[in-house]
């Protein structure tokens, strides 16, 4: 494997060391290329090959999760901001009639002091 091409692996492995992962499978892979890249031994390209397939099925499930995620969020962000509006729109719409009734009662109210 290429310097280059093993500096880019190293710098994966360290990504995927800060998450918290449970899948066995890429527990073990990424065990393996730790300790192969610790031991400064030259890495397979089947053992390369083998390590960046079990990233990828992990991180490819992990990514439609969020993004489906995502989408639920935005679709209440979008009832919510939905609601606002209408709850906006009645607070006007009373808002108008106080002013209204207010008017009525003022008359009234001159009427009476006659």
Do not use: W
Not at 25 to 34: G, N
């Amino acid at each position: 494997m290429p310097a280059a091409n093993r500096a880019r692996l190293e710098k994966l492995v360290a990504q995927v060391e800060g998450f918290y992962v449970r899948d066995r499978r890429l527990r073990r892979a990424q065990a393996a290329m730790t300790a192969l890249l610790a031991s400064g031994a030259e890495i397979p390209p089947a053992g390369a090959a083998a390590y960046l397939d079990a990233v990828r099925r992990y991180f490819e499930g992990f990514e439609r999760e969020a993004r489906a995620h995502v989408r639920e969020v935005e679709k209440r962000l979008a009832r919510a901001s939905q609601v606002q509006f209408n709850l906006t729109a009645e607070c006007g719409v009373a808002a108008r009639r106080v002013e209204v009734t207010q008017g009525v009662l003022s008359q009234l109210a001159e009427i009476g002091a006659e």
